[in-house]
């Protein structure tokens, strides 16, 4: 069974920084495409950032410039380091990985949360 495992959030001060890291167990495949999607109270889940292969990198307009998603090559562990946090970046993140082109799965999320 495929499973993701976020780590990494917790409580922050405003304009500080967290990592987040995922890593996957239950394969030996490699996945496509990982990324990185948070939900915040009453709103929908959003996409945050993606990697895709070559190294080929997406942010949501609030994250470009303050957030940095990355990938150990091939391996099925993804990171986003978060910097310059704000109230506003509270929700839980989601780990997200598609495989074969189609599979996508989920981790159960981490909760980040941003104090003013």
């Known amino acids: 069974q495929v499973r993701l495992v976020e780590s990494g959030g917790g409580l922050v001060q405003a304009g500080g920084s967290l990592r987040l890291s995922c890593a996957a167990s239950?394969?030996?495949?490699?996945?496509?495409?990982m990324a990185w999607y948070r939900q915040a109270p009453g709103k929908e889940r959003e996409l945050v950032a993606i990697?895709?292969?070559?190294?080929?990198?997406n942010y949501a307009d609030s994250a470009k410039g303050r957030f940095t998603i990355s990938r150990e090559g091939a391996e099925n562990t993804v990171y986003l380091q978060m910097n310059s946090l704000k109230p506003e970046d509270t929700a839980v993140y989601y780990c997200?990985?598609?495989?074969?082109?189609?599979?996508?799965?989920w981790g159960q999320g981490t909760q980040v949360t941003v104090s003013s």
């Open positions: 990697i895709r292969p070559g190294d080929l990198r």
């Open positions: 997200n990985g598609i495989m074969h082109g189609s599979d996508v799965y």
């Open positions: 239950g394969t030996i495949f490699s996945f496509n495409t």
